[in-house]
Each structure stands twice: as C-alpha cells, then as structure tokens.
C-alpha cells in the first residue's frame, strides 16, 4: 500500500504528469520490479504511486529529474532558487505539501465571531486578492514589454522599436536554456551581454517568434514578501507562417522603481522540427 498521504499522491500526480511515456513507463518497471504492466501511461502512474514507499524515496528516483521538480514548483506559485540541488527541491515540494493539509481544530469551544473580527478577516482578503491581482497585472506587463521588444529586433519586422542589449539585465543574470529537436540539450548562459546576446540571436539570426499566451492557463505569476516576483510564460515559437512548437520561460525578476530586472531565467524549447539548423546551438 502507498505511503503517500493524499495531498502527496495528488502533487506527485501532477508531477509524473510532466514526465513523457517513456519515463512513466521505465519508472514504473523501476518502482515494481517490472511486477506490474500497465495498460496505459495513467495506469503506469498509479502503479508508481500505489508502490512508492514513501514520497522522498519516488522524488529521489533518477528518472524524477531535478528539471521536472523545479517546474513542478513552479506551477504551483512555489518561489525557489534556481540552484537548489534536487535533495533541497525535493523538502521545499514536501513543505508546500504539508502546508496544504488543513490544520487540526483546537478542541476549545469555539468563540463567535465578533463583527470587527469577522470584517477584519474579509479586508485581509479582500488584500490577498488584490495581492494577486496585482502580481498578475505586473507579469503581463513584463510579457508585453519584454515580448514585443524582443520580437522586434526580427530584421524582417523593420527598425526594432526600441534598443536591446544587457542594459535589461542584472550583470550577474544567468538563463538556462533546454531546448527539444531531435534530442534534448541544455545550455548555461552568464553574465548580461551573453544572456541579452543568446536571446537577441533567437530572432534576429535564426528568425523566430516567441508567441507567449497571456491567457489564465499560459501565465502564472508569484511573488514573495522579498520583492521578487515569478513569471511563468508558455506559448508556441514560429518562423513566418509556420508554427514549430512550443515553449516555457520562467523569469525571476526584481521589480524597482517602475523597472524590471532579470536577475535568472529559464526557457525551454521543444520543436516538432529541427528549427535550428541555421544556427550551432550551443
């Protein structure tokens, strides 16, 4: 029987779920001894969940990747340092877990709520949603400027609008870049000039478009108490009138003084055909 609590099976649920068919289907003949085979990819995963002896040792597996768990973080508006080695990864997704599990009622009788309290506790939360409202209108701010103005360095397009350049980034920012053709492949970049140069070369030497879904399901936004705030963007990359697939970009930024500063960022590419060839990626 699992040793998963409940909350647990389900964020790991989610979790698998970023996982492809081959690696559901590897790691559930890891966890069973191959004992059992399963149907299909969800069968798999439960299988995975029903066997697991406890959470720390399925997120330990190798097949659980560091990448998938950061991600997974990420979804869930949980704000992370980007080099958090896996072990670290794995007690901030069991906190967040543990956090989510409803607090066990004190055994007191209960004290009716007087009118001040019960006004002060809808004003708290009348802030918390404006909070969040606000941290979402800040992300799609960041979307538009940094989308639009990074689109418009594509020499098809005309005289860009504005300037780009690493003026737009700390001198310490670093971005990671995974990116899916034929394999999968991942590239570390430092420093402002070489991040804003990798990002520059995307559009104006290998002519592609960042489409990015501003929509409820394409953005999700996080802040903490810090001033950092999270940006999570998906959307579809396109050269002219095709579309070559997908991508993910996870920002960290500071926000100061009406300006935004990268300090890290992620970008994930998986294409359905090999759309860079005219470049050497790295």
């Given amino acids: 029987m699992s040793g998963l609590s409940h909350l647990e099976s389900e964020g790991c649920r989610n979790l698998l779920g970023m996982l492809d068919n081959d690696e559901i289907m590897a790691l559930c003949d890891t966890v069973t001894n191959s004992l059992v085979q399963p149907v299909d990819r969800q069968d798999a995963i439960r299988a995975?969940?029903?066997y697991s002896q406890n959470?720390?040792?399925l997120l330990r597996r190798k097949k659980v990747h560091r990448e998938v768990i950061f991600k997974y973080l990420a979804t869930q508006g949980v704000v992370v340092p980007?080099?958090?080695?896996?072990?670290?990864?794995?007690?901030y997704a069991k906190s967040y877990w543990e956090e989510q599990s409803p607090k066990l009622k004190e055994t007191a009788e209960p004290v009716k709520k007087t009118e001040d309290s019960q006004l002060f506790e809808q004003q708290a939360k009348e802030d918390k949603e404006a909070e969040k409202v606000d941290c979402r209108r800040l992300g799609e701010e960041f979307c538009h400027w940094f989308f639009e103005l990074l689109t418009s360095q594509n020499p098809f397009l005309g005289p860009?609008?504005?300037?780009?350049?690493?003026q737009?980034?700390?001198?310490?920012?670093?971005?990671?870049?995974?990116?899916?053709?034929?394999?999968?492949?991942?590239?570390?970049?430092e420093g402002a000039e070489m991040v804003s140069l990798r990002l520059l070369s995307l559009v104006k030497e290998e002519?592609?478009?960042?489409?990015?879904?501003l929509d409820s399901q394409g953005l999700k936004c996080a802040s903490s108490p810090h001033g950092l705030v999270m940006v999570g963007v998906a959307g579809t990359v396109h050269r002219g009138n095709s579309c070559l697939g997908i991508f993910e970009q996870i920002f960290f930024l500071y926000f100061s003084c009406g300006f935004f500063f990268s300090y890290y960022c992620t970008l994930l590419c998986s294409t359905k055909s090999p759309c860079y060839k005219n470049s050497k990626l790295p």
Avoid: A, C
């Fill in 55 to 57: 959470v720390e040792e």
């Fill in 48 to 50: 995975i969940l029903v």
């Fill in 207 to 213: 002519f592609l478009f960042l489409s990015p879904n």
């Fill in 82 to 91: 980007p080099t958090t080695e896996k072990h670290g990864l794995i007690q």
């Fill in 168 to 189: 737009h980034f700390w001198h310490d920012v670093k971005l990671r870049f995974y990116y899916n053709t034929s394999e999968q492949n991942m590239t570390d970049y």
């Fill in 160 to 166: 860009p609008q504005d300037k780009w350049g690493p």
